[in-house]
């Protein structure tokens, strides 16, 4: 009897997704009609993971502190080397992909005057530090993840005085908090089916005909870090093989995120897989909110493949040190792009300033993002999220608690 009933065990959630997926793919392709209605299951989805995990920051974040017991390490500096080591990694991918396979633009989209973007690194930087002395209602209903880490590292500070039963309600609405984010994140082979369906109904793949060269190299660029640069960044950290926990990451975590296009709606999840690889939690409810704001690998890529296909168009030369500053700025630019689909792409006239690339052209550089954007954001996003739980469990590997 335990063999039967051990045969029909339901799927895994891996398994669920991918089933949603094909499902949604099929709907769309023989009901669009149906498709463009299933499409409110994908945006009550995506709705529910955004609405649960600004919460769930500012608790789990505020009640690992408090709760924190003195010796235990938590390795937050070297996961932030490894951030930074990624994102500056990244761009250098992406300078090279850009060289090896120059790409050209048709620079022929309307500029959208409602779109604004940074004027320099000085601005970027000073948002960035706004977001931290944010209001904290303001930073909730606007998912301001570095408001909600540097108010939840305060309270959680704080609360560390408090006596033994305050600390201990605070750990029970933590584990409450995360309970109904278990909940959410069963709901996701829905919400993927919802997703594909309404996404492949509405746009389809067509639109995509004619950039398909730079949306390749910006594919291809992604694909080579999460297979090639993150793996050897790993084994130099812990001295193991490093693919078998990149590979559980880009599947438990990098395929939630490719549909959601969100990092910051994919937090939860990769909170979860984090429980699930054994982390220790101190380290990871602090380290996984903090990736996904500023370990921007993927939009790293993003800036400087398409600043440089908007000076390979325009016949700017390019010498080496011009192309590593890109690298630099791109990767400064990819933590100041949100957490939300299309977020790296208003860093664009950024890097094209660099150049003196007009912002006229930059924004339209920006607009034939937003076209490749079907496919580059989800790869973009799946990298970024992905990376998050990679970087996590390989700085506590090299402590050795992995």
Known sequence: ????????????????????????????????????????????????????????????????????????????????????????????????????????????????????????????????????????????????????????IGLGLALRHAGAGTRAVVG???????????????LAPLGVFGIVASLLAESGLGALANYLHVLCVLVGAMLFMAFVGNPLIVALTTRRNPYPLVLRCLRESGITAFFTRSSAANIPVNLELCRKLGLHEETYSVAIPLGATINMAGAAITISVLTLAAVNTLGIAVDLPTALLLSVVAAIGACGASGVPGGSLLLIPLACGLFGISNDVAMQVVAVGFIVGVVQDSAETALNSSTDVVFVAAAEQARGRG
Request: aromatic letters at 6%; zero cysteines; proline letters at 4%.
């Open 1 to 152: 009897m335990h063999n039967r009933s051990s045969s029909f065990r339901a799927p895994s959630l891996v398994v669920q997704i991918i089933i949603g997926l094909l499902a949604g793919i099929a709907l769309a392709l023989a009901w669009p009609q149906g498709a463009h209605a299933a499409g409110l299951l994908g945006t009550v989805f995506v709705s529910a993971l955004k609405a649960v995990a600004p919460v769930l920051v500012l608790v789990l974040v505020t009640a690992s502190i408090a709760n924190h017991q003195q010796g235990q390490k938590t390795h937050i500096r070297t996961i932030l080397l490894l951030y930074v080591a990624g994102t500056v990694a990244a761009a250098l991918v992406g300078v090279l992909a850009s060289y090896l396979f120059p790409s050209t633009l048709l620079l022929k989209a309307p500029t959208d005057a409602g779109l604004s973007a940074p004027g320099g690194i000085g601005e970027v930087l000073r948002t960035l530090l706004m977001q931290v002395v944010d209001n904290p209602v303001n930073a909730l209903a606007h998912a301001n993840y570095i408001g909600l880490l540097a108010w939840a």
């Open 172 to 186: 029970d609405l933590s584990a409450a908090i995360t309970w109904i984010v278990r909940m959410v994140i069963r």
